[in-house]
C-alpha cells in the first residue's frame, strides 16, 4: 500500500488521536497509568517493577477473618543489566515484608498468607495498606516499584454475633 505525502500527517494525526503513536526508532513500555520507560532507561537502571497488582482488588475477609479467596500479589520485572535474584512486597507503615516467587519469565508472585491478612484486618471497616515491591539483581542493584500498591482489607462487624 503506497501512502500519499499528503496523507503521510494526517494519518499521523489520526493515530495520535486515537492513542496509537507513530513507529519511532526507541522501543518504550507505557503503563495504563500513563508512565513510560524506554528500553535504554530500564537498561541503565538495574531491576524495573512493572504492572504491579494484587488479586483481588480488595480483600474480604469471613467471620473467622479468613480471606473469601486466596490473596496474591504480582508483578513484572525486568532487568537488561543483570539477573534478578530477590523480589520482595514489603508494607509502607507496617513492619512486614512478603518474600516473592519468580512463576514464569518477568513475572513474579506472592501469595500473602491468611495470618498476615488476618493481622491487617481491623473490624467492620476496609482499611487500606501501601506496599512497594523492590527487585534485587545478581550486580547489588536495586529497583523500587514506581507507585505504591494498594492492599485493601474489607473486615466484617464482629460485634454482631449469631447466637
Known amino acids: 500500500m503506497r501512502i500519499h505525502r499528503n496523507h503521510a500527517g ?3 494525526a489520526l493515530l495520535v488521536a486515537f492513542g496509537a ?18 528500553a535504554e532507561e530500564m537498561k541503565a537502571a538495574g531491576p524495573t ?16 477473618l479468613k480471606p ?12 537488561f543489566s543483570g539477573q534478578v535474584k530477590d523480589v520482595r512486597l514489603r508494607f509502607v507503615d507496617v513492619p ?30 476496609t ?15 536495586v529497583g523500587v516499584s514506581k507507585d505504591p500498591l494498594k492492599v485493601a482489607v474489607k473486615a466484617p462487624d464482629l460485634s454482631k454475633r449469631a447466637g
Not at 68 to 79: F, G, N, S, Y
Open 10 to 12: 494526517a494519518i499521523a
Open 21 to 38: 503513536a507513530p513507529l519511532s526508532s526507541c522501543s518504550t513500555v507505557k503503563k495504563i497509568t500513563g508512565q513510560e520507560k524506554s
Open 49 to 64: 517493577v512493572l504492572n504491579s497488582r494484587v488479586e483481588p482488588g480488595t480483600i474480604e475477609l469471613t467471620r473467622d
Open 68 to 79: 473469601r479467596q486466596p490473596v496474591e500479589v504480582l508483578a513484572e520485572v525486568k532487568d
Open 96 to 125: 512486614i515484608e512478603v518474600p516473592m516467587k519468580n512463576v514464569a519469565g518477568s513475572t513474579w508472585s506472592a501469595a500473602l498468607p491468611d495470618n498476615l491478612v488476618k493481622k491487617l484486618a481491623v473490624g467492620n471497616q
Open 127 to 141: 482499611t487500606t495498606y501501601e506496599a512497594n515491591i523492590y527487585a534485587k539483581n545478581d550486580k547489588g542493584k
